[in-house]
């Protein structure tokens, strides 16, 4: 089956600084890549997605790459503020059914 | 805008009882799923269904889980006989379609505790 390993596992920035985080993923037949943010005792909220037909995508200060080749898969995130503070979960899909990788805590210090 | 709906929030259980969770997915939403998260851990998938029988399911989903949609609004998960490591956050989810246009939406979980 599917295998999503995400890096890294803890990411500390200062505000004003970006974030990247990294995801590779192991089915070459997976089509839909989401990410997810999480606040404590939160449900996962998606914030970006991209299929397997588009290279990068951005919405705001937010950006996801991807690079089906390589399977692998990136999150971008600028001008970071201390409200982006979660776990942000990377996702790779294939006929709906979501495998996760392990998360990336994201700390953005004021 | 429509959200996908989940009772309890909380519930805590001997080891060994039964446990229902329920969802009502949104209503013109025709696959539905259960994912689960341990306590600091990622969010791994249970099961799928659509068409009123299950599609795919995980390791994890044993012969001491089963689904059911009993009528045409909810969606549930039974746990026969709870385990220690039942212990987590269930997730319900739903989407309109699968494949590059099934974006998921997610209730705001139950969480299992088991004593």
């Known amino acids: 089956g599917e295998n999503v390993e995400q890096h890294p596992s803890t990411l500390s920035v200062q505000e004003g600084d970006s974030a990247v985080i990294k995801c590779t993923y192991s089915?070459?037949?997976?089509?839909?890549f989401p990410w997810y943010k999480q606040e404590l005792g939160k449900r996962p909220q998606l914030i970006i997605d991209?299929?397997?037909?588009?290279g990068e995508k951005k919405d705001q200060r937010i950006a996801v790459t991807l690079n089906k080749t390589a399977k692998h898969f990136s999150l971008h995130i600028t001008e970071t503020q201390p409200e982006d503070s979660a776990v942000y979960f990377c996702?790779?899909?294939?006929?709906?059914?979501?495998?996760f990788g392990q998360g990336t805590i994201l700390t953005v210090h004021p | 805008e429509p959200e996908v709906t989940q009772t309890p929030s909380h519930q805590v259980t001997q080891m060994g009882q039964e446990v229902i969770l329920r969802c009502v997915p949104i209503?013109?939403?025709?696959?539905f799923y259960w994912y689960r998260q341990i306590l600091g851990q990622k969010v791994e998938f249970l099961v799928s269904?659509?068409?009123?029988?299950?599609?795919?399911k995980s390791e994890i989903f044993d012969d001491q889980f089963s689904v059911e949609r009993p009528d045409g609004s909810n969606f549930t998960l039974k746990i026969r006989s709870t385990k220690l490591e039942d212990s987590a956050m269930y997730f319900c989810a739903s989407s309109v379609t699968t494949g590059v246009t099934g974006e998921l939406f997610f209730g705001e979980g139950s969480r299992l505790t088991v004593l």
């Open positions: 269904f659509y068409n009123n029988e299950i599609s795919e």
């Open positions: 996702a790779a899909s294939r006929y709906g059914k979501l495998t």
């Open positions: 991209i299929r397997s037909n588009v």
């Open positions: 089915d070459s037949a997976s089509n839909y």
């Open positions: 209503s013109n939403h025709l696959y």
